[in-house]
């Protein structure tokens, strides 16, 4: 209250003065809730019942500290640090800076009015009036600058913890926790769960930047291994809503799973994981859900290609990737020569060779088994 102190070391209320005015205290106190009461809305349901006696003692107690001070007794700390928690505990009961700032302007007014209209009948001398209403209104503004940092400060701690329960969740939902444990969670930071989740990668530098322009719901992670980042984008199922979400991530270099029930996030997370893991290219895993299949089990894919596409093994490699290209182009095209001569850049002729050499090598070609077969092994390009 340094400023009040360097007022108050310019006025020194006498005893008669101080007496009159402490046993007006109470009753000061009762007007100056009632003003605040009536003229600070957010305080017309806050100051009744205890909550109302618990203020005005709080009132009187500010007002014998600004006494204390007056009359040189006192340093006015303990005022200072009342106003510093009450400004914390506004945050915790809903209440704004500018409301509690409404307040002590009000509260300031009327314990003027009050004070001086006991203190000149006590004796103050009229040219120390001024004085005296200098310190009132700089004690005032310092209780007003103590309780904007508890305010501040509560908001700051809140908000950092409400972030560490939103990061928390969202590892939650990463490591596929229990429907039961995720809503917990979800609970206790505060975030209504969406209908579904979607997981978007993206570099760990991109991130944040990136979260701002979604869905203010979207949880997101920063410091994944790898330099990775993960925003958990909600309620992104339908096909304007992702085509929207990716329009928001054109400059990023994101890649993006697939909508899931926002508990099972974590499946949305792993095909992302995947896609990134296959190639740098994938953005949309949607677009890429043929080789996103098939490389599921690598392990399994290599045994079917291996069994299914022997018979080329017997060939020089060049004659042999000639024509698994030509049988690929024929499978997808079903047999339509002239399409696949298109799409492989050849003289139909030379697909009617190659697909004589291929009937030859692949005895039962039309079988709907040999086909299923041959379909899978030749469609991912592996070289």
């Known amino acids: 209250m340094s400023h009040a102190i360097r007022r108050a070391s310019e006025l020194v209320l006498d005893e008669t003065t101080v007496t009159a005015l402490r046993a007006e205290l109470a009753a000061t106190a009762d007007e ?67 409301a509690l700032l409404s307040a002590y302007r009000v509260g300031a007014r009327v314990a003027w009015r009050c004070l001086a209209a006991g203190a000149v009948p006590a004796g103050l001398p009229a040219a120390e009036v001024a004085k005296f209403a ?51 969670s979800a609970q206790r930071a505060g975030w209504p769960p969406p209908v579904s989740l979607t997981a978007v990668l993206l570099p760990a530098a991109q991130a944040r930047p990136a979260y701002r322009a979604l869905d203010p719901g979207t949880l997101v992670l920063d410091d994944l291994p790898d330099a990775t980042g993960v925003l958990l984008v909600p309620d992104a199922d339908r096909d304007a809503d992702r085509s929207h979400l990716l329009r928001q991530l054109t400059d990023r270099s994101a890649v993006v799973g697939p909508a899931r029930p926002w508990a099972r996030a974590s499946a949305s997370y792993a095909r992302a994981l995947r896609a990134r893991s296959l190639s740098s290219e994938i953005r949309d895993t949607e677009d890429h859900l043929p080789e996103l299949v098939l490389s599921a089990d690598p392990d399994a894919f290599a045994d079917l290609r291996a069994r299914a596409l022997a018979p080329l093994r017997t060939l020089p490699a060049a004659t042999a990737l000639r024509l698994e290209e030509t049988l690929r182009a024929w499978l997808l095209h079903q047999g339509r020569r002239e399409e696949v001569a298109a799409a492989l850049f050849v003289h139909p002729q030379t697909v009617r060779y190659r697909m004589t050499q291929l009937r030859e090598l692949f005895p039962d070609l039309a079988s709907p088994h040999r086909v299923l077969e041959l379909t899978l092994a030749v469609g991912v390009r592996t070289g």
């Open 32 to 98: 100056v809730v009632e003003a605040i009461i009536d003229e600070v809305p957010p305080y017309a349901n806050a100051l009744s019942g205890r909550m109302g006696d618990t203020i005005r003692r709080a009132v009187r107690t500010a007002l014998g500290h600004y006494l204390d001070l007056a009359s040189g007794n006192a340093t006015g700390g303990d005022a200072g640090g009342a106003a510093y928690d009450l400004g914390r505990g506004e945050v915790r009961d809903g209440r704004s800076m500018d």
């Open 134 to 184: 200098e310190l009132t209104f700089a004690y005032i503004d310092e209780l007003s600058a103590a309780s904007a940092a508890g305010h501040a400060d509560e908001l700051a701690a809140r908000g950092r913890a409400h972030e560490r329960h939103l990061e928390h969740l969202a590892r939650e939902l990463l490591a596929g926790a229990r429907t039961d444990v995720l809503l917990a």
